[in-house]
């Protein structure tokens, strides 16, 4: 299973864009990179999944470098409310997640 | 997305009793689910596989007889804590992946486990 790292923590303030860059040096042809958001005493939910170059959806974006060796999650425009845990995961479909210590984002007002 | 729900979302019991955790797939099927243990201020653990008609995989050092998981149809999977200790008391999650493509994991809310 791929190893993940990420910062452990950052700080924004609202209205900026935050980008948060994951390693995954050892990642496996088949497997996808999926980011998910985590707020104290509930599941993680869904945020994006890509294997490679860009995705975007309505709330992030996932840029995939060619050598998949690394992604960066982008959050346009961040509000109080995206203060959470952030995780990066990857993995082949129908495998299990091994979660890394993900990301503390902070929003300030 | 795909929606997965758990039941009961928090449950208190006293040491020595079991407790029974739901985990459904709401909008699709599941023949692998997946069980997680979450401690405070740290990062989701996994505990063991479901499959669907099979038995359990479970992860090194997670005690198969005392966390029994039946995953008797494809949307549903449960975890029952046997003989609960006070050491078991977590945030207990459960995932499934739509058997599609990605295989994307949607997880559920999570159960909150107070063992007195």
């Known amino acids: 299973l791929a190893k993940t790292t990420q910062p452990i923590s950052m700080d924004s303030y609202e209205g900026q864009e935050v980008n948060i860059t994951c390693s995954h040096n050892?990642?496996?042809?088949?497997?996808?990179i999926t980011w998910y958001q985590q707020f104290p005493s509930q599941g993680p939910r869904f945020i994006i999944q890509?294997?490679?170059t860009k995705v975007t959806n309505e709330v992030a974006s996932l840029f995939i470098p060619a050598d998949r060796k690394s992604s960066t999650l982008s959050l346009p425009r961040v509000s109080l409310s995206d203060t959470a845990v952030y995780y990066c995961?990857?993995?082949?479909?129908?495998?299990?997640?091994?979660f890394g210590s993900g990301t503390q984002l902070t929003v300030l007002p | 997305g795909a929606v997965v729900s758990q039941h009961p979302s928090w449950v208190i019991c006293k040491s020595g009793t079991s407790v029974k955790i739901e985990c459904r797939s709401l909008d699709f099927q599941a023949t692998t689910m997946f069980w997680y243990r979450q401690f405070p201020k740290q990062s989701l653990m996994l505990m063991a596989t479901s499959n669907e008609g099979s038995k359990a995989t479970y992860e090194q050092g997670v005690e198969k007889d005392k966390f029994l998981i039946n995953h008797a149809s494809l949307t549903l999977s449960t975890l029952t804590v046997t003989s609960a200790h006070p050491e078991d008391s977590s945030f207990y999650i459960c995932?499934?992946?739509?058997?599609?493509?990605?295989?994307?994991?949607?997880f559920g809310p999570g159960t909150r486990l107070t063992v007195l």
């Open positions: 995932s499934a992946g739509e058997t599609t493509g990605t295989d994307t994991q949607y």
């Open positions: 050892n990642i496996a042809t088949n497997d996808y």
């Open positions: 890509g294997y490679k």
């Open positions: 995961l990857v993995g082949a479909p129908a495998r299990q997640l091994t």
